[in-house]
């Protein structure tokens, strides 16, 4: 099949054709309807919503010749030129490629000559916040004396770098995120007058995958119609985009939140192996995990960005186990090691680490409860005089320990979330003289080993310097014993003695 270039194609032509954006729509319209247009505009909004297409139905609506309610005939001269790109009076300055001040000075000279071929100029400036401030200054003189038979379109995706004297002299009109339904209407209306064959478990895919940007949807579509003639599924979806299942990623997740860690590096590599990119994967975990959140703050409301109806169940359930913090914590890891991975591919390794961090931060809930209580108690206990028997002195001891533990622990979190991570997974042995003793049990020698790397080991030191005020190093011990709650103050004793606590403020 030719490359069809369907965004091109399917720009709307008139103000009845443009998806979504109503109040945009009406409002313009009526103003075209009622002859009530400004001499500014300014649209905002996201990639792909509609800003220039609607820039230039009211470029066509003001210099139409035979404007039928409202709406560019798309017949006449100018609007054929206007929609050919050749009509001298529609101006169109990317001020995102000639961000100089020289297209904005070559424009006020301009600005004031009468449209040569039509009845108004109309310049469309894209991607306006890229002016420079001098551009910027030479705009709004102009805008503060506009001419006669002169129309401004600003658009911009960052509304918020525009400076406000610009924006109190223009009309602004916000554009919104097109909806899931919208895209896909969209793209079955597209697909059946072109005679795609695409079933809609695969529009879904592209539409979710689109985020509510029109173009973006449509050029999906056509990436899928070069790749292929015929009938279009899911899967030819996934392979295009090189995207696995929604149904693979949830999964993964779900032994991720198990703790399940011989399964999510099983899973992880059989992707790998069938050719998945790492950096796709963990672009594809990142957008899971949001929609993870999006679904334990918004239930069934949640619009949902790649979990698709077979993940439903699953996502379901991983909302009531999961809460909403840890949730946070891994979508800030995986988009930590999505970033790192877009610069050294093919370090499959980064991203299994960062999925089995993130086990260990949906394991990390009951620690995570306890020092948040714990944190709240007074870090040196008053001792009541004469009280002290040698039982609540070992409890006082345990107590201790399990303060600093969690003074040390809260530190290394404000510090860096992953070292969190790993460092909760160990237990406080005690500290004696210049060394802070942490045991690891078995089946945490990642855990023990990622800590004993200098960027880690660094950050607990420095922690506990803040609350010893001197110098202390940082062991790491290996705890052969598997049932290590039970053993751990036992061990801690036969390695260092009856006085492993030695805490001092
Ligand atoms: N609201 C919409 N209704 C129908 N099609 C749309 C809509 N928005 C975008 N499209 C499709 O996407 C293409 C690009 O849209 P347009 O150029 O208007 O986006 P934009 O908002 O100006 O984006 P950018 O910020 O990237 O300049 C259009 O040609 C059209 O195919
Ligand atoms: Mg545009
Ligand atoms: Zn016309």
Not at 42 to 60: D, E, M, Q, V
Not at 377 to 390: A, N, Y
Request: aromatic residues 6%; proline residues 2%.
């Amino acid at each position: 099949m030719a490359y069809l270039a369907l965004y091109r194609v399917w720009r709307p032509q008139k103000f009845t054709e443009v998806v979504g954006q109503e109040q945009t729509v009406t409002a313009l319209h009526n103003s075209v309807k009622e002859d009530r247009l400004t001499h500014a505009y300014l649209f905002c909004g996201p990639r792909g919503t509609g800003k220039t297409s609607i820039a230039k139905i009211l470029a066509k609506a003001v210099n139409c010749d035979n404007i039928i309610d409202g709406e560019p005939c798309n017949e006449c001269n100018s609007c054929q030129d206007i929609n050919n790109g050749n009509f001298m009076d529609v101006i169109e300055i990317d001020a995102a490629s000639n961000r100089g001040i020289d297209e904005i000075r070559d424009l006020r000279e301009k600005v004031r000559i009468m449209p040569a071929q039509g009845k108004k100029k109309v310049y469309i400036i894209d991607e306006v916040h890229m002016l420079t401030t001098e551009a910027f200054n030479a705009l709004l003189k102009t805008l503060e004396e506009p001419p006669e038979s002169v129309i401004f379109v600003l658009a911009t995706t960052e509304a918020h770098k525009i400076p406000s004297t610009i924006i109190s002299r223009c009309q602004k009109y916000n554009f919104h995120r097109l909806t899931l339904p919208q895209i896909v209407a969209r793209l079955k209306e597209v697909s059946n007058r072109n005679g795609i064959d695409i079933d809609d478990e695969a529009l879904d895919l592209i539409s979710r995958r689109a985020n509510g940007g029109m173009r973006d949807a449509l050029g999906m579509l056509d990436q899928l119609c070069s790749y292929k003639d015929g009938s279009l599924s899911k899967t030819d979806v996934l392979d295009v985009l090189g995207l696995v299942d929604d149904l693979f990623v949830a999964r993964l997740i779900d032994r991720v939140i198990a703790e399940d860690l011989v399964s999510t590096v099983s899973m992880l590599s059989s992707a790998l192996n069938q050719g998945k990119e790492a950096g796709q994967l963990a672009r594809q975990t990142a957008l899971y995990l949001r929609d993870l959140l999006l679904y334990k703050l918004a239930g069934q409301e949640a619009e949902l960005t790649v979990a698709g109806e077979q993940s439903q169940e699953l996502i379901k359930q991983q909302a009531l186990k999961a809460d909403k913090n840890q949730i946070l914590h891994s979508l800030r890891l995986i988009m930590d090691t999505a970033e790192k991975l877009r610069f050294s591919e093919g370090q499959k390794y980064l991203l299994e680490i960062s999925l089995l961090e993130m086990a260990s931060i949906f394991a990390s809930k009951q620690n995570q409860n306890e020092h948040d209580n714990i944190s709240r108690k007074e870090f040196s206990k008053p001792r009541i005089k004469g009280e002290s028997d040698d039982s609540s002195a070992k409890s006082e001891r345990n107590d201790a320990r399990e303060i600093l533990w969690n003074r040390l622990l809260l530190g290394v979190k404000e510090k860096k979330i992953p070292t969190h991570a790993l460092l909760s997974q160990g237990k406080l042995l005690g500290v004696k003289g210049d060394t802070i003793f942490i045991g690891f049990r078995k089946g945490y020698r990642f855990h023990k080993e990622r800590m004993e790397e200098k960027s880690n080991r660094e950050i607990v030191e420095a922690v506990i310097r803040e609350i010893f005020k001197r110098e202390i190093e940082a062991q790491f011990i290996f705890l052969e014993d598997n049932q290590y709650n039970d053993i751990i103050v036992k061990k801690a004793i036969e390695y260092f003695g009856e006085d492993i606590v030695e805490v001092k403020e």
